[in-house]
């Protein structure tokens, strides 16, 4: 007898089936039609049609795009032609492909995932060539969007293909490799893996694609419990069955696997002369040679290289969601030893495409103001500094943690509600990730404050949330019908009355701490808690899924962009429950954020640019190398050991604000009088242009300055280093001369004024010219704690209004771009890749405490720089510990003790 939902999710696939193979449009009508049909099934009510028809479009809307590669153009000629794909027996990705429908994974990604794998593939060495290869390439994804699952078929099609041996290098701790194993087990070998052993006998035991037919078992040197063993003693060329290994990055798991390559079974001739693919997951962790002495990831790129060198054909492939560090690896790099390059992607870069039902960062942290998914932690710094070591005592926790597990309790009753009408499926487990500290100790000593709190909601819950009006007799009830209305009430469509009868039935949360000291490990299965909040630092940040997550409280100071990437667990697929989604963070983590967005934004067009102008992965590494972004990066990384690194920079396509300005009395005047002077000298280019829209005509126009001029009022200014790496004049300016003497010989300058005047609101001049001032809140806090004589003008890196970069382009123009847009303004760098000069504009600023009785004018101002189409555009800067420090931020160390 079948259950409702497998009766439902049946109906959904005879849809689906349906609509595929239909050569008409998809219409309300023809989906209407189908659901009548239905009502002749046996157990399918009226009532279910609503839940069928929510999901089928949930999942017949997903689109996803194609990937974007970067080929080297010297790559030898096809090998993966139409003729081998059809005489190759697709065994294991016909079982793959299978297993995955039944999964209910909608279509359209599993035929981008079988189009995007083809192209990977097809850039893969030959494993039936005879001659010797080296491929190496990289796969970028969205952090939790599908790179395990992309580099799942990507194996299943290599076996097929003719690969012999497969190696999948995980993170650094073994839960990750565990649960690495775990789900490839599912995907890819068909049964629990025991290491050393393939014959099927009693003691096998099937699963996930196993469990479609008679299945093949590859030969497992590892299983969920062992990793690689001290000697292995198999020979591949023995073993019939293709390979498959899962190690840890550790130096001692990865020399058992180069001493059992080396070994004389194996390498006969020096080499091996099977084909070999190695997949190099969370490839920024522990790959990169960094040298960072506490993990030691020079050893282990230098192991990974001598894994890639035992082999005659190897293919590595790269999967990472944060590709600065490895795109800083120097391509022409020969390694630290002899006969071994380095792990450059020399041969292809491709970047997926998440699909449109991926909730990542553009999700989580956009301008909208609707957004009411983040929320500012501003009480914590007295329970717990933001900045702490070892031995920080924790004596209680702060009110918006109190909150937050508050919010995970409403939001584990309204999935349990949804569960019951069968909207939310395949998904049993509820997670809440609390996030505070890299110090174990401290992980810890928060677990018992944690279930305090929790006791205390759980006891007003047990004893109250079956009464009517529970709300008013409880206070702690109170507290909880607070932060519904705060955060759910008129958002959702469940009413607080029936949350309340869900909490009443509700499986209590477990409270978990994960760390390397903890002992516990993350286990989804059928005897384990449903519902969970959990505790930890780093070990969480790689590669690990929390199921269900659906809170997340983060209390980090990180500045690393790889580090907070993927400490964003709260990224991914929430197919049911995505408007019940909250985040606590910092401001300050909240900017970094927005930046880290814009920077992976940014990365992703320069990929699709270069592909277009038919780059190759080194010409690109040479263009990102040279980013501000990437040298928060690496900067980052190698500083660890070393006190001045040497880099280039450039800061085209890019928009630089005065957010912070120094805020000692004589340098406000000084660049005050500046302004003066510049502005008197361009008076006479002064414009009133009238092929501009009226929401611009406000602001002053002086229109094709020279550069010199510009630049030699940019040179008198005095910036704040709080500003950035642009605010050190002797670097920033020679980048600019740069620009001049190539494809920016002409600025356009503007002054921001408001439409309306008034008395309390203007400002005049040492040259008697009145302008309009405009309001900014000074923020107490301090953007970057080594510098003196801050000023901060806004909390989030931002000085200027959206839309500002339109300034220099035409009515006409402006509105073309719109257009693109459905008649929205678009991301103010789309107008920037529009205009053909760099723009400044100044901003007369009326700076006021938040209280409002303390005043200060002062000049700001921002730059924005279209893309350089010239090759040599940036210039060399040789970085200091202590440079660093200034423009960019403190260093701080982030692993875990």
Request: charged fraction near 30%.
């Amino acid at each position: 007898m079948y259950s409702k939902e497998q009766i439902i999710k049946m109906v959904l696939g005879a849809l689906e089936e349906e609509a595929y193979k239909s050569e008409q449009e998809i219409t309300s009508s023809w989906l209407n039609e189908q659901l009548q049909k239905c009502l002749s099934m046996p157990s399918i009510m009226q009532g279910d049609l609503k839940v069928i028809e929510k999901r089928f479009r949930e999942k017949f809307n997903v689109t996803i795009g194609e990937a974007i590669i970067l080929t080297d153009n010297d790559i030898e000629e096809d090998w993966f032609t139409e003729r081998r794909k059809e005489e190759t027996d697709w065994y294991y990705w016909n079982r793959y492909s299978s297993y995955a429908k039944s999964k209910d994974l909608p279509r359209n990604i599993l035929k981008r995932t079988d189009s995007d794998t083809d192209e990977i593939l097809a850039r893969l060495g030959d494993p039936k060539s005879k001659t010797a290869y080296h491929v190496k390439g990289m796969v970028v994804g969205d952090v939790q969007s599908g790179k395990t699952n992309n580099y799942t078929a990507l194996i299943n099609k290599a076996a097929d293909i003719g690969y012999k041996l497969i190696i999948i290098l995980t993170g650094t701790v073994e839960d990750l490799r565990s649960q690495t194993q775990e789900r490839l087990d599912k995907d890819f070998v068909g049964s629990i893996s025991i290491a050393g052993r393939a014959t099927r006998d009693r003691e096998t035991k099937y699963i996930g694609v196993g469990l479609l037919e008679n299945p093949r078992l590859p030969y497992c040197l590892t299983d969920q419990q062992n990793d690689i063993e001290k000697t292995p003693r198999n020979s591949i060329a023995v073993i019939n069955d293709l390979i498959l290994v899962v190690t840890k990055k550790n130096t001692h798991k990865l020399n058992y696997l180069l001493k059992w390559l080396k070994s004389e079974i194996n390498a006969k001739n020096g080499y091996i002369e099977q084909p070999i693919l190695i997949i190099d997951d969370e490839a920024d962790n522990a790959s990169v040679n960094t040298g960072n002495p506490e993990e030691d990831p020079k050893k282990i790129n230098r192991l990974i290289r001598e894994v890639i060198n035992t082999g005659q054909k190897v293919s590595y492939v790269a999967y990472t969601a944060t590709p600065f560090a490895n795109i800083f690896i120097d391509p022409d790099s020969d390694g630290d030893i002899a006969d071994t390059e380095d792990l450059f992607p020399k041969d292809f870069i491709v970047a997926l495409n998440a699909s449109s039902s991926y909730h990542g960062a553009s999700y989580f942290f956009n301008e909208d103001p609707s957004n009411r998914i983040c929320n500012i932690i501003d009480d914590a710094e007295n329970h717990l500094p933001l900045v702490h070591k070892t031995g920080v005592s924790i004596t209680s926790i702060p009110k918006s943690l109190i909150n937050a597990i508050g919010v995970f309790l409403l939001a584990c009753a309204v999935k349990d509600l949804r569960r019951k009408k069968l909207l939310i499926t395949n998904n049993d487990y509820d997670s809440m990730l609390i996030n505070m500290s890299r110090l174990t100790a401290v992980q810890s000593d928060l677990e018992p404050f944690i279930k305090n709190c929790l006791d205390e909601y759980w006891n007003a819950i047990t004893l109250y949330s079956n009464h009517n009006n529970c709300e008013q007799v409880s206070n702690t009830m109170a507290d909880l019908y607070a932060l519904w209305n705060e955060n759910y009430a008129g958002t959702i469509n469940e009413s607080w009355k029936e949350v309340c009868q869900a909490l009443s039935t509700m499986e209590e949360p477990k409270v978990i701490t994960i760390h390397s000291k903890s002992g516990n490990t993350l286990k989804y299965d059928q005897y384990g808690p449903k519902k969970q909040i959990i505790i930890g630092g780093s070990k969480l940040s790689r590669g690990l899924t929390l199921e269900g997550l659906v809170v997340s409280y983060f209390y980090r100071r990180s500045v690393m962009y790889d580090s907070l990437m993927q400490m964003g667990r709260w990224y991914g697929y929430r197919e049911g429950y995505k408007d019940l989604l909250k985040l606590w963070l910092t401001s300050e983590s909240l900017d970094w954020y927005f930046h880290i967005l814009e920077a992976t934004e940014d990365l992703r067009r320069q990929i699709a640019e270069m592909k277009k102008k038919k780059m190759t992965p080194r010409q690109f590494g040479l263009r990102v190398r040279a980013s501000p972004d990437a040298l928060m990066v690496t900067a980052v990384n190698k500083m660890k050991t070393s006190t001045r690194i040497v880099t280039r920079l450039r800061f085209d396509d890019k928009l630089l604000e005065t957010d912070c300005v120094d805020s000692r009395p004589e340098i406000i005047q000084k660049n005050l009088d500046i302004f003066s002077d510049f502005i008197q000298q361009i008076a006479a280019k002064e414009r009133n242009p009238e092929d501009i829209p009226d929401s611009q005509k406000q602001h002053l126009h002086f229109l094709n300055i020279s550069a010199d001029i510009v630049i030699d009022c940019l040179e008198k200014l005095t910036n704040h280093p709080s500003c950035g790496f642009w605010a050190d004049n002797s670097q920033f300016i020679p980048f600019l001369n740069v620009l001049a003497d190539n494809d920016a010989k002409l600025w356009d300058v503007f002054v921001f004024q408001l439409k309306k005047s008034s008395e309390e609101r203007n400002w005049i001049d040492k040259n008697g010219r009145q302008f309009i001032r405009v309001n900014r809140t000074v923020v107490d806090i301090r953007k970057n704690a080594n510098n003196k004589n801050e000023l901060r003008l806004n909390a989030n890196s931002r000085l200027t209004d959206k839309g500002i970069e339109a300034l220099g382009l035409t009515k006409e123009e402006i509105e073309e771009i719109n257009e693109k847009f459905n008649g929205k303004p678009p991301a103010d760098k789309i107008y920037r890749r529009k205009r053909n000069k760099p723009s400044i504009i100044f901003h007369i600023v009326n700076a006021v405490n938040k209280n409002g009785l303390h005043k200060t004018t002062v000049l700001g101002w921002v730059i924005s720089i279209p893309p350089s189409n010239h090759a040599g555009s940036e210039v060399r800067w040789e970085v200091t510990r202590d440079w660093f420090e200034r423009y960019g931020t403190q260093l701080t160390d982030e692993s875990e003790i």
